[in-house]
């Protein structure tokens, strides 16, 4: 049948990767920012899959489905804490807690 | 076709200087797009270099591959969608757009994973991400919405500061376009089509299918699967422990504090038993709930 072009799917991967990296490091929304990191996860999980279709087993979906469960782990408790941090200071801007920098 | 004769590489789809140029372009582009209170035409002349370089390597790499290679259109179709989504949800000045554009990458992606022989996981990933985290996030930023100053007609109207302008851009997307540079010349600079050789064939016929995935899982993935489940299951308690703590707000504004809401002598503790009493601070009035 058809072949598989696995640099294609890595190029996309490594693209949506840096795209939430360049937001995470931009935005000063603490919620936006969460947000660049499920993009991070995207592109991480578009590569693993890639590769498990690569290699024609099935170990990539299996880490992407414990990629999922990190992901949710850490939105539900990093959404927890947003809250929290809201609440004291009313703003969602990360530089209003440039005082915990070391 | 490719690679058949080891000692002659095929040509690498994407020159090295050729990504080079275009990471820059790209990371121009993107500089351009970011938050940074500018006016309307200069950020829509980032978004048109942002697009021609996609545009580019898109061409180029059409060019190399063979049309039948990866899921042919659809493949461009999906990662056009979800590359273009993603751009936009960093580049938005508005949380509840971006995340709405998040919603459309994770439907593209969905889409990528279908083509990948991934039909479980496309499915699992649009339920949690689309069903599940999104809803959370659109919750939060609710939750955590500025108060909207009048119907001005100006597009960043109602926005707090920290929305408008992005923190150190130049940097990050220098940074960015360094690591997608390396990336893309460690894929595509090594000499060669990283074409499958084994799965030429038709796919076997449980390819991608939930049994197949299912058998793998709980027979060699056991172990971990069961901590995914524990570190689920300490996250929720974790939040929840977060989420109910009541922290005094440090600018004046009035937040609900339990000592505030209960009245004096009901315990605030954690016995379920308890009467909370709402909206009264003195001992004289009544202490408990008419029904």
Not at chain 1, 53 to 70: K, S, T
Not at chain 2, 37 to 48: D, L, N, T, W, Y
Request: aromatic share 10%; hydrophobic share 55%.
């Amino acid at each position: 049948m058809d072949q598989f072009a696995l640099e294609q799917y890595l190029a996309v991967g490594a693209a949506m990767f840096v795209i939430g990296l360049i937001g995470f490091m931009t935005r000063r929304n603490l919620i936006v920012m969460f947000l660049c990191t499920e993009l991070m996860f995207q592109g991480v999980a578009i590569n693993l899959i890639a590769f498990g279709r690569y290699h024609d087993n099935l170990a990539g979906q299996a880490f992407v489905i414990f990629v999922l469960v990190i992901a949710a782990a850490e939105a539900s408790l990093a959404l927890g804490l947003v809250i929290l941090l809201f609440r004291r200071r009313h703003s969602l801007d990360a530089d209003a807690w440039r005082d915990m920098k070391g | 076709m490719l690679l058949d004769v080891m000692g002659m590489a095929a040509p690498a789809p994407l020159p090295g200087l050729a990504i080079l140029l275009l990471c820059v372009v790209a990371g121009v582009g993107t500089y351009m797009l970011l938050p940074s209170g500018a006016e309307a035409p200069f950020r829509k002349i980032g978004g048109v270099l942002v697009a021609a370089a996609g545009l580019i390597v898109a061409a180029l790499l059409v060019r190399a591959a063979d049309q039948s290679a990866g899921g042919g259109v659809y493949f461009w179709i999906f990662s056009a969608i979800g590359l273009t989504a993603a751009v936009r949800v960093v580049t938005h000045p508005r949380p509840v757009y971006s995340a709405l554009y998040f919603v459309l990458t994770v439907f593209a992606t969905a889409g990528l994973f279908v083509l990948e022989w991934a039909q479980f996981m496309a499915a699992a990933l649009v339920i949690i991400y689309a069903g599940a985290i999104l809803v959370t996030y659109v919750f939060v930023i609710m939750l955590a919405a500025q108060a909207q100053t009048g119907g001005d007609e100006k597009p960043l109207a109602g926005l707090a500061e920290y929305d408008i302008k992005s923190r150190e851009p130049l940097l990050a997307t220098a940074v960015g376009f360094a690591t997608l540079a390396v990336l893309l010349l460690l894929i595509f600079d090594t000499g060669g089509h990283l074409v499958s050789q084994a799965s030429s064939s038709a796919p076997a016929a449980n390819a991608g299918s939930t049994q197949a995935l299912g058998t793998y899982i709980f027979t060699n993935q056991l172990v971990s699967l069961e901590l995914s489940g524990l570190i689920l299951t300490i996250s929720m308690v974790g939040a929840i422990m977060i989420a109910r703590r009541r922290v005094a707000s440090e600018d004046g504004v009035f937040e609900p504090t339990v000592e505030s809401v209960t009245a004096p002598g009901t315990p605030d503790d954690d016995n379920p038993h308890s009467i909370p009493v709402y909206g009264t601070t003195n001992p004289r009035q009544k202490s408990f709930p008419e029904h």
